[in-house]
């Protein structure tokens, strides 16, 4: 790690592609939460994937090509920062593992202890126990959190969001059943075993209609977009967002998988 100074942190953004192609307004917020925690945000144009696809498919090739790029495009930042569980498990776990006993060890071990997930950096790194009121002021509803997967089970990711949610003086948290069991996703699973994810999905909309609140928030763009899809074709009214939305009151953009009118 970088030596302390008396210098803002400089925070490299890992967008992650689905945060690009299907919902910016994830990223806005990141960058506006990151800033608040007193950190300077930037984006390096260079990134791309982290390499998940291809390194689940088996293709090490192309993963090792993608994760070298990565791991250049963000060099110069005292920490990475991803607004998902997913894309930063990869970064953070299976990078080392991905070069382990090559001469690129080193890099990618050095690499990895610079990532961390969104509500991981903002609570466990720099502190963050309140949400700015001039963010979420004017939230006001009632929310019911899902743990992704490898947020959970890779990162430790559990209170963090809660913590931050909680001190939104407008919103109640409700918990709904199996908040930490899979929504049906994981990214090709739910293409290759298409019956399996969506008997899961349906398990967990049915968790999330059970807790009777009017937004589920997770912290992985692929998991909302999942529940959101199987919500609106059971007709189900519960509107979906990414945690860092409601966190940083970017709320403009209407949610996930709902009608842009």
């Known amino acids: 790690m970088p030596e302390p100074t008396n210098k803002s942190p400089r925070v490299g953004l890992f967008v992650t592609c689905l945060v690009d192609m299907f919902r910016p307004s994830v990223g ?30 088996g ?32 970064l953070k776990s299976h990078y ?35 949400v ?6 004017d939230f006001k509803g009632s929310v019911t959190y899902h743990d992704s997967c490898s947020g959970l089970r890779e990162l430790g990711i559990k209170e963090q969001p809660r913590k931050l949610l909680t001190s939104i003086k407008g919103l109640q948290l ?26 899961m999905v349906e398990k967990k909309t049915a968790n999330i209609a059970a807790a009777e609140t009017d937004l589920i928030l997770a912290g992985d763009l692929g998991c909302l977009m999942n529940m959101a899809g199987k919500l609106r074709r059971q007709g189900r009214k519960v509107a979906c967002r990414h945690v860092a939305e409601v966190l940083a009151g970017e709320l403009e953009d ?4 709902a009608p842009n009118d």
């Open 174 to 199: 409700k918990e709904m059943s199996d908040c930490e069991i899979c929504c049906g996703f994981g990214g090709t699973f739910s293409v290759k075993f298409s019956d399996i994810s969506n008997a």
């Open 28 to 57: 806005m917020a990141a960058v506006k939460l990151i800033e608040a925690s007193g950190c300077d945000v930037v984006v390096p144009t260079a990134q791309t994937c982290c390499g998940q696809p291809a390194y689940n498919s």
């Open 132 to 137: 700015p009121d001039a963010f979420a002021n």
């Open 254 to 257: 209407p949610p996930i998988g």
């Open 59 to 90: 293709d090490r090739k192309d993963t090792k090509a993608i994760a070298r790029q990565t791991i250049a495009a963000f060099e110069d930042v005292d920490y990475v920062v991803a607004p998902s569980g997913s894309c930063a498990g990869m």
């Open 96 to 130: 080392p593992r991905l070069f382990a006993e090559t001469p690129e060890a080193e890099k990618a071990n050095a690499f990895a202890g610079r990532v961390h997930e969104l509500m991981q950096f903002l609570v466990d790194v720099r502190g963050m126990q309140i």
